[in-house]
Every structure is written in C-alpha cells, then in structure tokens.
C-alpha cells in the first residue's frame, strides 16, 4: 500500500471513530435552559440562561455545572428528540461545579431516555483526541473537536476557576458560553469530562472537569442532594522553594500559609510556617502546586468530630498534633431578599470570614442594596455582616429570615442591626417605612 493510501485509509478509520463516538453520546445530549433568580441594586429578578448537560443514567439524571443550574426557579431541558420537558434540580456543589438534573420523564412520550457512558479520565493522556459537545451560544446539539493539551492543569483558589479538589483537563476543543456542563468525550464514546469554563479573548483554550470527580460528587449528591465535607480552616501552599531554602532535596509535606482563627486547624496547634507531612497517617507531599487539590481531598474526607493525628515538622524537629475536624462551615444556600429593608443577605463564605477576621462563623454577609431603601439611608453597605438584629443572635440566613419575618411585619418599627464591617463592630439603627 503506497504512502498516500495509507493516510487515506487512516484518515477513515479516523473519521469512522469520531463518528462512532459522537453517535453514542448526542442522543444523550441536553439542552439546559434555567430560570434562575438574580439580584441586582437590592432588588431581584428573573432570567433565563443557556447551557447543556448530558444524561448519564436510564432513569433520567443528567450532569451539568453548578454555575448552570443553582439557585435556578425551573428548569427547562430539551432532549434529541426536541421534546422540551421540566428538570429539577436535585443538588449541587460549589467547590467542584456540578449539578444534577432528574428529568420529568412523565412528561415524554417515551420515558426510556438514552443515556451516556461515564469513562475513567485518569486514562487520559496529553494529545489525545477528544470531542467538545453542548450549546455554544444557545446553538443547540454541536460538536466540536480537538486534544488534550494537559491533564493537570492547576488554578489558584480564587476568581471564577474556582477548583480546591481537582485539576482540570484542558483542550483546544471549542468550548464557548452555552457549552458549559456538556460533555467532553474520547473517541470509545465514554464521557471523560464535563465542560466546564472557557478564556475569552484566548483561542482554544477550554477546561473540562474530570469525570471522576464528576461521578465521585453525583453519587454523594443523589445519596443526599447534598456533598458534605470535614474542614480544618488552613491554607496550604506547595513546598519547592522552601526545601531549596533547607537545602534539603528530599523534603517532603506542605507548607501551611496561613490558619483561620478560632478553626479546628488554629485549635489544634497548626501555625502559618509549619510543614504537614502526613494527615490521618497519609502521607501529604506538595512539592508542587498540583499536589494541593489531593491534598484538600484528604482533609476534606476526614472524620468529623473525631481527633486525627497530623505530623508536622517545625523549626527543626517533627510534632504530633492532635486535630478535630468540623463539618465545612460556610453554606451556599440561595440569597434572600428583605424587601422591606432593601437589602440582600447571603450566608458567609470563606472568603467574606477572612476578609473581616471574624471570630467565627455566625452571621449574614450584605451582597446588594436597594438606593433609597430603609438599608441604604441607615448607611448598610454591601460585606457588612449582619451578627444580631434587635439583639437576637444570627447565625445563618435560615435565622436571619426567621428574625426579619417577625420584624417586618412591625410596621414603622426601628431595627437595631449589630455587624462587622471591615473587620471590626459596627452598628446601625435602621428605620423601618411602614407599609403602605
């Protein structure tokens, strides 16, 4: 066989792959349409967002991305048949952006939908070819097709490529807004990812999450429509530079950066400077960055409640540390209006603690403020946390609703708000209008 034939003949073969795997998973292809609730200048609003999913059990569950579906009112999904039915939404987790949809297959007139394999992404290697498949920019039901340009790609915890417990799979597949919660496939036809982000203004440049993650959070969600994890409220950073400032090659841990106060990690002994080598008689070793993510996996599955052991070395010699997990503090449950005080709440995150250097874990944070509102003349500002109203303690937005309820319904009454603002107390008598 000539030279020419025999790229032509690999070329089919190749073709024949691509056709294959595309055809084994569009019928499972989705198109998400949520409704989702949004604030705006104190006040909220509906709108309604595009992007894809791809059903992966018979019974009609489908992944998506969390940033797709939280906090949606309704969702919308249409299939490959074009039927256009109602999901719900049955949990989702932030810190890795999944979501799972149960369709109302009720509504079908077949209620035996086709579904897609789940692959092993720890299979996936640098250069192989995979297919992109989703919305991009609400066109329904397109493939796109490239490699993969790194299997361990690695993003700070902050901005939003959020990713504490994983590395992300980067490809030159097109990967536009509307493709995110797609599935990214290899040529078996087995989902090995799912869409996840793109850079804009970057040409070929996506991110997919890797499907064993996706697969290890779906079945905690599905379990309990929630992902549970242990914390310890300490920051770790990799440990290159600082063996190479020990000159000791060999080193091995992570090193803490830094430690929350009042946090089982603080509670425990831990300081900014030590170096963790095993927890829970793991051994942790972050030479380099990528190691980091393992690393909150580790602590992340720890028992909560219950001592563990965590070995550190400090100042020359190596300790014993006795540690009692919690269950991770900081909810992300939806954002709640009080309109009849003009402002928006939202229950603390990680970040909102740190930045005000609370004590610990009780209150609301602001997010939105309407102008004119009774919260915008008693001078609220957005990041105030809100710790009691008329004395009453708040620990969370469940009892910050509770409390306000009672409130507002005194029409004309004052409130007094006790709150941190840039770190330190700060109070507000907010009047209250009474209703017209």
Not at 377 to 387: A, F, P, Y
Request: proline share 6%; aromatic share 8%; with cysteine.
């Amino acid at each position: 066989m000539s030279g020419v034939a025999a790229a032509q003949t690999t070329e089919i073969t190749l073709q024949k792959q691509i056709f294959s795997a595309r055809d084994k998973v569009l019928p499972a292809l989705v198109h998400v349409e949520p409704i989702i609730k949004i604030f705006s200048r104190g006040e909220s609003q509906h709108a309604l967002v595009t992007g894809s999913g791809v059903i992966f059990s018979g019974d009609g569950y489908v992944l998506t991305n969390h940033h797709v579906a939280a906090n949606a009112t309704k969702v919308w999904c249409t299939l490959s048949s074009k039927e256009r039915i109602t999901a719900t939404v049955v949990g989702s987790d932030p810190s890795t952006d999944i979501a799972v949809l149960k369709l109302n297959t009720e509504e079908l007139k077949n209620p035996d939908v086709p579904f897609a394999d789940l692959g092993n992404s720890d299979q996936l290697e640098v250069g192989q070819i995979v297919l992109a498949l989703g919305s991009p920019l609400g066109l329904s039901r397109s493939v796109s097709m490239g490699v993969v340009s790194s299997i361990d790609r690695y993003f700070p915890d902050r901005g939003t490529m959020v990713s504490p417990y994983n590395l992300w799979i980067q490809t030159d597949a097109a990967i536009n807004p509307g493709n995110s919660g797609g599935p990214l496939i290899n040529l078996n036809g087995e989902v090995v990812g799912i869409n996840a982000r793109a850079v804009f203004f970057a040409e070929n440049l996506g991110f997919a999450i890797p499907i064993n993650l996706v697969r290890e959070v779906a079945e905690e969600i599905l379990a309990g429509s929630s992902v549970s994890r242990a914390w310890l409220g300490a920051t770790f950073q990799e440990i290159k530079d600082f063996r190479e400032y020990l000159n000791q090659p060999d080193f091995t841990g992570a090193l803490v950066a830094d430690v929350d106060q009042n946090s089982p990690a603080a509670k425990g002994g831990l300081r900014p400077g030590d170096v963790v080598q095993s927890i829970h008689n793991q051994p942790v070793n972050a030479v380099y960055e990528e190691a980091l993510p393992e690393i909150r996996k580790i602590i992340s599955k720890l028992p909560v409640d219950e001592k563990v052991d965590i070995d550190i070395w400090r100042d020359g010699k190596t300790r014993k540390l006795k540690v009692t997990p919690i269950s991770e503090p900081f909810g992300d449950d939806p954002e709640f209006e009080a309109t009849a005080w003009g402002l928006v709440i939202k229950n603390l995150s990680q970040n909102i603690y740190r930045a005000q250097m609370l004590s610990d874990f009780d209150g609301v944070f602001v997010t939105s403020i309407k102008p004119g509102s009774p919260a915008d003349e008693s001078s609220v500002r957005n990041g105030d946390v809100i710790r009691k109203i008329n004395g009453e303690a708040v620990r969370n937005s469940s009892e910050f609703q509770t409390i306000y309820d009672v409130s507002a319904a005194q029409n004309g009454k004052t409130v007094f708000l006790e709150m941190i603002r840039d770190g330190h107390p700060f109070f507000v008598v907010l009047k209250q209008e009474p209703a017209p």
